[in-house]
């Protein structure tokens, strides 16, 4: 996923939130130097829009890559 509004360490870091906040995210790893994470998900228990929501709650905006 394409997330702008990351700008340090920090910002990648608290994205790794996901895994404790949706039951279902396995794995958050996320780069501001490419404005990208990926997430490794259940998808029967997580959907994109949940993943896109969730971000927008802990301050970013997130977009599928392949929507671009």
Do not use: W
Not at 3 to 25: F, K, S, T, W, Y
């Amino acid at each position: 996923m394409l997330v702008a509004d990351m700008h340090c360490v920090n910002c990648a870091m608290r994205l790794q939130d996901l895994e404790d906040i949706l039951p279902g995210v396995i794995k958050v790893d996320a780069s501001y130097h490419k404005g990208k994470m990926v997430v490794t998900f259940d998808e029967t228990r997580v959907t994109i829009e949940d993943l896109i929501r969730e971000t927008r709650k802990l301050g970013y905006t997130a977009i599928e890559e392949n929507t671009i």
